[in-house]
């Protein structure tokens, strides 16, 4: 079973760190598990990735 490939900050070079990031969407906002660079902080979000945040997001709102 093949979990997650190993990202690595293309400045930094070093591995990411899954981290809990505040995310915004429209006018929502949630925290959830995204690869961080530990070194820059930057967070890794790929578009199919930021598609199903936004889906888990709607949901969430939606069930509320
Ligand atoms: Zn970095």
Redesign the pocket.
């Known amino acids: 079973m093949e979990e997650e490939r190993k990202l690595k ?1 293309f ?2 070079g ?1 591995p990411l760190e899954i981290q809990t990031v505040f995310l915004e969407y429209s006018c929502n906002s949630l925290h959830t598990d995204l690869p961080v ?1 530990p ?4 967070v890794y979000m790929s578009e199919e990735m930021a598609r199903t945040k936004a889906v888990e997001v709607e949901q969430q709102f939606e069930e509320k």
């Open positions: 900050c400045k930094c070093v660079c070194v820059c902080g930057q």
